[in-house]
């Protein structure tokens, strides 16, 4: 049974360019949320996909943008990249149903802007 | 929002002896609480969780508590070992929040053999 994967999982990028990160889900999951861990730092939430629709979204700005794929996969875009967007990049992935989501990590991308 | 504040920051035990992690948070409409362990440079894996129907859980050496009226959570640790060595944060959300966690600052612990 396969976790939760992420590709890739080293990124090196310069300001002002464009990333795209992917995410598998654990099988048989169906949300992906995104999060950001600066170092140092614990994840912060950035958005969570459901049935291929943002449905929860955390304090970060319109540059970061997400898509989920029938199969449950998803991508998390950024933009006009800053050294600020520099961390380490984490999806979690969960099932919606019951009283609470419980959400498995994955390893993460880590992103360095120069 | 919800704010989870998380103490200490670095914890240094010997091997053998207990450690204990606390979390409050600010949202008393939070009814789940996780807590992660991370190791360096590894995701950080799911190792216990409660929600607010239930006051303590326990498995094998870890245990968690929580306290609904003062709105702060617990991490025990016992008989601690070196491969406890890990930064452990924990997280608070809740049921309207669809899965969304807030986690707290981390606290790393040192197990000396």
């Known amino acids: 049974d396969a976790g939760v994967t992420q590709s890739p999982t080293h990124l090196i990028k310069t300001r002002g360019q464009q990333v795209t990160l992917r995410c598998s889900p654990k099988?048989?999951?169906?949300?992906v949320s995104w999060y950001q861990q600066a170092l140092g730092q614990g994840p912060q939430f950035i958005f969570q996909?459901?049935?291929?629709?943002?449905?929860q979204r955390g304090n970060f700005p319109d540059r970061f943008s997400g898509h989920q794929f029938p199969n449950y996969s998803s991508e998390l875009n950024v933009n006009a990249l800053l050294l600020g967007d520099s961390a380490l990049y984490l999806c979690?992935?969960?099932?919606?149903?019951?009283?609470?989501?419980?959400?498995?990590f994955g390893p993460g991308t880590r992103l360095l802007v120069l | 929002g919800e704010n989870v504040e998380q103490h200490p920051s670095t914890l240094s035990v010997q091997e053998g002896d207990s450690a204990v992690i606390k979390c409050t948070y600010s949202?008393?409409?939070?009814?789940?609480f996780p807590w992660y362990k991370q190791e360096l440079g590894k995701r950080p894996q799911l190792i216990i969780d409660?929600?607010?129907?239930?006051g303590e859980k326990k498995d094998q050496r870890i245990a968690v508590t929580l306290n609904k009226t003062a709105k702060h959570f617990s991490l025990h640790i016992t008989e601690t070992q070196p491969e406890d060595s890990a930064v452990y944060f924990c997280?608070?959300?809740?049921?309207?929040?669809?899965?969304?966690?807030?986690f707290g600052a981390g606290t790393q612990v040192v197990v000396t053999p």
């Open positions: 979690a992935s969960s099932l919606v149903g019951g009283l609470q989501e419980t959400q498995y």
């Open positions: 099988s048989g999951h169906d949300t």
């Open positions: 996909y459901y049935e291929e629709e943002e449905r």
């Open positions: 949202d008393s409409a939070s009814n789940y």
């Open positions: 409660i929600r607010s129907n239930v």
């Open positions: 997280a608070a959300s809740k049921g309207d929040s669809w899965g969304k966690l807030q």
